[in-house]
Protein backbone atom coordinates (compact mmCIF):
# COMPACT_ATOMS: atom_id res chain seq x y z
CA UNK A 1 0.00 0.00 0.00
CA UNK A 2 1.28 3.72 -0.78
CA UNK A 3 0.32 6.89 0.80
CA UNK A 4 -0.90 10.16 -0.39
CA UNK A 5 2.10 12.48 -0.42
CA UNK A 6 -0.54 15.43 0.49
CA UNK A 7 -3.12 13.89 2.58
CA UNK A 8 -1.31 11.11 3.96
CA UNK A 9 -4.46 8.83 3.39
CA UNK A 10 -3.40 4.94 2.32
CA UNK A 11 -3.86 4.66 -1.35
CA UNK A 12 -4.04 0.57 -2.04
CA UNK A 13 -3.18 -0.53 -5.01
CA UNK A 14 -5.11 -3.56 -6.48
CA UNK A 15 -4.90 -6.32 -9.42
CA UNK A 16 -8.37 -6.81 -11.67
CA UNK A 17 -8.55 -9.50 -14.41
CA UNK A 18 -11.23 -9.71 -16.89
CA UNK A 19 -11.30 -13.39 -18.83
CA UNK A 20 -12.04 -13.59 -22.60
CA UNK A 21 -11.84 -16.76 -24.64
CA UNK A 22 -11.79 -16.48 -28.72
CA UNK A 23 -11.36 -19.13 -31.46
CA UNK A 24 -8.72 -18.92 -34.09
CA UNK A 25 -6.60 -21.14 -36.17
CA UNK A 26 -3.12 -20.74 -37.14
CA UNK A 27 0.22 -22.43 -38.43
CA UNK A 28 3.46 -22.28 -36.37
CA UNK A 29 5.93 -21.51 -39.79
CA UNK A 30 8.72 -19.22 -39.39
CA UNK A 31 9.89 -16.95 -42.60
CA UNK A 32 13.78 -17.13 -40.76
CA UNK A 33 13.63 -21.03 -41.42
CA UNK A 34 14.14 -23.58 -44.34
CA UNK A 35 10.90 -26.09 -44.84
CA UNK A 36 13.35 -28.42 -43.56
CA UNK A 37 14.11 -26.68 -40.16
CA UNK A 38 9.89 -25.45 -40.18
CA UNK A 39 9.19 -29.57 -40.28
CA UNK A 40 12.17 -30.12 -37.50
CA UNK A 41 10.94 -27.35 -34.50
CA UNK A 42 7.29 -26.73 -35.08
CA UNK A 43 6.45 -31.02 -36.05
CA UNK A 44 2.91 -31.25 -36.70
CA UNK A 45 1.50 -28.02 -35.90
CA UNK A 46 3.77 -26.46 -39.15
CA UNK A 47 1.33 -29.22 -41.26
CA UNK A 48 0.23 -26.58 -44.39
CA UNK A 49 -3.62 -27.10 -43.37
CA UNK A 50 -3.13 -25.49 -39.76
CA UNK A 51 -5.33 -26.18 -36.56
CA UNK A 52 -7.51 -24.02 -34.27
CA UNK A 53 -8.00 -23.23 -30.57
CA UNK A 54 -9.69 -22.40 -28.37
CA UNK A 55 -7.63 -19.53 -26.51
CA UNK A 56 -8.50 -18.18 -22.89
CA UNK A 57 -6.95 -14.92 -22.39
CA UNK A 58 -6.45 -13.05 -18.78
CA UNK A 59 -6.04 -9.35 -19.17
CA UNK A 60 -4.56 -7.91 -15.60
CA UNK A 61 -4.14 -4.46 -14.85
CA UNK A 62 -2.95 -2.79 -11.47
CA UNK A 63 -3.22 0.34 -10.18
CA UNK A 64 -4.36 2.61 -7.29
CA UNK A 65 -8.26 1.97 -5.74
CA UNK A 66 -9.76 5.08 -6.75
CA UNK A 67 -11.23 6.41 -3.14
CA UNK A 68 -14.27 7.85 -4.81
CA UNK A 69 -15.16 5.09 -7.37
CA UNK A 70 -13.71 2.37 -5.53
CA UNK A 71 -12.09 0.94 -8.41
CA UNK A 72 -8.74 0.42 -10.62
CA UNK A 73 -10.69 0.98 -13.92
CA UNK A 74 -14.25 0.29 -14.48
CA UNK A 75 -14.84 -3.19 -15.58
CA UNK A 76 -16.90 -2.03 -18.17
CA UNK A 77 -14.64 -0.29 -20.07
CA UNK A 78 -12.07 -3.01 -20.14
CA UNK A 79 -14.25 -5.34 -21.45
CA UNK A 80 -14.95 -2.78 -24.40
CA UNK A 81 -10.66 -2.89 -24.77
CA UNK A 82 -10.74 -6.40 -24.81
CA UNK A 83 -13.60 -6.33 -27.87
CA UNK A 84 -11.37 -4.12 -29.45
CA UNK A 85 -8.07 -5.36 -29.13
CA UNK A 86 -8.80 -9.05 -29.46
CA UNK A 87 -12.10 -10.07 -30.47
CA UNK A 88 -12.81 -7.96 -33.29
CA UNK A 89 -9.06 -8.68 -34.53
CA UNK A 90 -8.69 -12.26 -33.90
CA UNK A 91 -11.86 -14.00 -33.08
CA UNK A 92 -12.81 -16.72 -35.77
CA UNK A 93 -9.77 -15.36 -38.14
CA UNK A 94 -7.24 -17.50 -40.00
CA UNK A 95 -4.35 -15.74 -37.41
CA UNK A 96 -1.59 -15.93 -40.18
CA UNK A 97 -4.00 -14.91 -43.53
CA UNK A 98 -5.99 -12.34 -41.89
CA UNK A 99 -4.20 -10.70 -39.39
CA UNK A 100 -1.60 -8.17 -41.00
CA UNK A 101 0.35 -8.69 -37.88
CA UNK A 102 1.41 -12.37 -38.07
CA UNK A 103 2.14 -12.09 -42.05
CA UNK A 104 5.87 -11.62 -40.94
CA UNK A 105 5.49 -13.10 -37.13
CA UNK A 106 5.25 -16.50 -36.64
CA UNK A 107 1.86 -17.12 -34.35
CA UNK A 108 3.21 -18.78 -31.37
CA UNK A 109 0.79 -17.72 -28.37
CA UNK A 110 3.85 -16.13 -27.14
CA UNK A 111 3.95 -13.49 -30.11
CA UNK A 112 0.04 -13.75 -29.58
CA UNK A 113 0.53 -12.47 -26.32
CA UNK A 114 3.56 -9.60 -27.54
CA UNK A 115 0.36 -8.77 -29.98
CA UNK A 116 -2.50 -8.21 -27.76
CA UNK A 117 -0.18 -6.35 -24.73
CA UNK A 118 1.54 -3.70 -27.79
CA UNK A 119 -2.63 -3.20 -28.74
CA UNK A 120 -3.96 -3.09 -25.28
CA UNK A 121 -1.38 -0.02 -24.21
CA UNK A 122 -2.94 2.05 -27.08
CA UNK A 123 -6.11 1.65 -25.34
CA UNK A 124 -5.41 1.70 -21.63
CA UNK A 125 -4.88 4.68 -19.69
CA UNK A 126 -1.02 4.92 -19.17
CA UNK A 127 1.09 2.38 -16.88
CA UNK A 128 -2.05 0.32 -16.08
CA UNK A 129 -1.67 -2.80 -17.94
CA UNK A 130 -0.27 -5.52 -15.71
CA UNK A 131 -0.11 -8.81 -18.16
CA UNK A 132 -1.77 -10.99 -20.62
CA UNK A 133 -1.88 -14.59 -19.92
CA UNK A 134 -3.08 -16.89 -22.50
CA UNK A 135 -4.17 -20.68 -21.96
CA UNK A 136 -3.09 -21.50 -26.09
CA UNK A 137 -4.57 -25.67 -24.31
CA UNK A 138 -5.49 -26.32 -21.15
CA UNK A 139 -2.12 -27.53 -20.79
CA UNK A 140 0.05 -24.74 -22.48
CA UNK A 141 -0.16 -21.27 -20.93
CA UNK A 142 1.84 -18.01 -21.68
CA UNK A 143 2.62 -14.67 -19.52
CA UNK A 144 3.45 -11.70 -20.82
CA UNK A 145 4.25 -8.18 -18.99
CA UNK A 146 5.93 -5.87 -21.74
CA UNK A 147 9.80 -6.72 -20.69
N1 LIG B 1 6.70 -22.17 -27.08
C1 LIG B 1 5.64 -22.60 -27.83
N2 LIG B 1 5.58 -23.88 -28.20
C2 LIG B 1 4.55 -24.32 -28.93
C3 LIG B 1 3.51 -23.44 -29.27
C4 LIG B 1 3.60 -22.08 -28.87
O1 LIG B 1 2.73 -21.25 -29.16
N3 LIG B 1 4.66 -21.72 -28.14
N4 LIG B 1 2.43 -23.93 -29.97
C5 LIG B 1 2.35 -25.17 -30.36
C6 LIG B 1 1.22 -25.62 -31.20
O2 LIG B 1 0.53 -24.51 -31.69
C7 LIG B 1 0.24 -26.62 -30.69
O3 LIG B 1 -1.05 -26.14 -30.87
C8 LIG B 1 0.34 -27.13 -29.31
O4 LIG B 1 -0.70 -28.08 -29.21
P1 LIG B 1 -0.58 -29.48 -28.58
O5 LIG B 1 0.82 -29.93 -28.47
O6 LIG B 1 -1.53 -30.35 -29.30
O7 LIG B 1 -1.18 -29.10 -27.19
P2 LIG B 1 -1.10 -29.87 -25.85
O8 LIG B 1 0.32 -29.93 -25.43
O9 LIG B 1 -2.00 -29.20 -24.86
O10 LIG B 1 -1.69 -31.25 -26.27
P3 LIG B 1 -1.48 -32.71 -25.73
O11 LIG B 1 -1.11 -33.49 -26.93
O12 LIG B 1 -2.78 -33.09 -25.13
O13 LIG B 1 -0.38 -32.70 -24.70
C9 LIG B 1 3.41 -26.14 -30.08
N5 LIG B 1 4.50 -25.61 -29.33
ZN1 LIG C 1 -1.34 -24.06 -32.24
Same mark, same amino acid.
Given at each position: ???? #? +?????????? $? !??????????? &????? &??DEENRRVYGK??? #???????? *?? +? /????? *???? &???????? !? @????? $? %?? /? $??????? *??? @????????? /????? %?????? =?????? !???? #????? %????? +? !?? *?? =?????? %?
Amino acid at each position: MSVC #P +ESGAAEPVGY $I !TRVQSFSACHR &LHSLH &LSDEENRRVYGKCNN #PNGHGHNY *KV +E /VTVRG *KIDR &LTGMVMNL !T @DLKRC $I %ED /V $IMTPLDH *KNL @DQDVPYFSR /VVSTT %ENVAVY =IWTHMV !TVLP #PDLLH %EIRIH +E !TD *KN =IVVYRG %E
